[in-house]
């Protein structure tokens, strides 16, 4: 089977784990490696991987460092936000969403550099596995994939260690003072954080752990307003400011991070079976979700919006599996994007300790009658009288199931 691999992709970041998977790679298969790093906003410098790719051997021409924040929002973050897409009731999909594009982008550069194979970070026990795989496969059905957390034997943190040290891996300090407290993720929708402290359910976070939000209790004492512009269920402008989608997304986070919005603790139930705990940060997401459902809410049908509160835990769970390029996603997908064609207009919000508010909404495409709806006299807009037909009918059903309660209680 090994022989059978010839040239890898391997999600890259240049730290530890993945540093370690590369040689592991070159020594297990004999095989040539081609590297990805993705920039997605996760503001950390990335041309070191380049430099610590080329001290591995790795051709240059084999070295990809791609820039793909605007894709990201653009073609995952917005899609899902169109949905109001929450796992669980409270998880805004940061890290989830993320996966589709990256295993889209390796399987682009397996095609270009005539790569047979694709290699991940991730372990056995999560759920970023199947998000990747899943992706891999439903993209190129053919493509081998190596799962090194699967395959080695460098289950625990000293292994990995040493293994670095035998050869010759470079060790940030941090590293071999113990480590970060927290396993982190980030990226322009938000970053996360598990293990170490955060695996007792029990245990508080820590207020040093948070990186992009102040605490509520330290957030500016004077509320701000902002005003969000949405075009076909996307934002497209702050203030006035019309803005590229990762751009737009950055200062959300910005505003947000400095009202300390966008805190959560959650304990999820992954797609692999256990239960998991993890804090988010996500402050321009939180916002967006808050002004989206305001632009619904005079913008939208009805039982058009109940139908897309029915139908989004299915697509939030799909996405958190790693569905995203299955059929199903795409089919729901399309009838989202329909639901959306009229959702324009401008949003204001107000921004404190925490909260985001909706003070007011506005669009020409509102379905909201005002005429119909004032308590005063609406000048025969609506007959008050009709409604109390409507109310026999719709009890109807229920008068009846009362007679026959009735009737087998004297009999």
């Keep these: ?119 991940h970070g991730a372990t056995g026990k999560g759920n970023d596995q199947v998000r990747f795989e899943l992706g891999y496969y439903a993209l190129e059905p053919g493509i081998k994939v190596i799962a090194p957390w699967r395959e080695w034997d460098l289950l625990s943190r000293e292994k990995l260690l040493a293994y670095a040290q035998t050869n010759g891996i470079p060790v940030e300090m941090k590293h071999k003072q113990g ?37 509520p209790e330290k957030a500016p004492d004077q509320p701000e307003e902002i005003e969000l512009e949405f075009a076909k269920g996307d934002v497209v402008a702050i203030d006035g400011q019309r803005m590229a989608p990762h751009t737009l997304l950055a200062r959300l986070n910005e505003l947000g991070g400095k009202h300390g919005i966008g805190r959560l603790d959650l304990v999820e139930n992954r797609f692999v079976g256990m239960k998991s705990r993890g804090c988010y940060e996500t402050p321009g997401g939180t916002i967006l979700l808050k002004a989206h459902r305001g632009i619904e809410s005079i913008t939208l049908d009805r039982e058009v919006a109940h139908l897309k509160d029915d139908l989004m835990p299915r697509y939030a769970s799909l996405i958190y599996n790693g569905y995203w390029w299955s059929p199903e996603r795409i089919a ?58 409507f109310i026999k009918l719709n009890a109807l059903r ?14």
Excluded at 398 to 411: Q, S, V
């Design 179 to 215: 480590g970060a407290p927290y396993s982190m993720d980030a990226n322009l929708l938000h970053i996360s954080f598990e293990g170490r402290h955060l695996e007792d359910p029990n245990a508080q976070a820590e207020e040093s752990m948070w990186r992009w939000t102040v605490s």
């Design 332 to 389: 729901l997908q399309t009838l989202i994007n329909h639901t959306q064609e009229m959702v324009n207009g401008f949003v204001k919000l107000k921004l404190y300790k925490g909260s985001v508010s909706v003070l007011s909404r506005n669009s020409l495409n509102t379905l909201f009658d005002q005429n119909i709806a004032t308590f005063d006299d609406d000048g025969g807009a609506y007959n008050q009288a009709d409604a109390g037909g």
């Design 1 to 119: 089977m090994m022989a059978d691999i010839n040239k890898v992709v391997l999600a890259y970041s240049g730290g530890l784990d993945t540093s370690v998977i590369l040689k592991w790679l070159q020594d297990t298969y004999k095989c040539e490696i081609v590297t990805f790093t993705a920039d997605l906003g996760q503001g950390e410098e990335l041309e070191p991987a380049r430099a610590k790719a080329l001290q591995f051997g790795i051709k240059p021409e084999n070295i990809f460092i791609d820039d793909l924040r605007e894709e990201f929002v653009r073609d995952f973050v917005f899609p899902m936000f169109r949905a109001n897409t929450i796992y669980e009731g409270e998880y805004l999909l940061g890290t989830s969403i993320a996966r589709p594009l990256i295993a889209k982008r390796q399987i682009e550069i397996a095609r270009m550099t005539g790569a047979d194979s694709v290699s």
């Design 398 to 411: 229920m008068r009846i199931a009362e007679i026959a309660r009735r009737k087998r209680m004297t009999t």
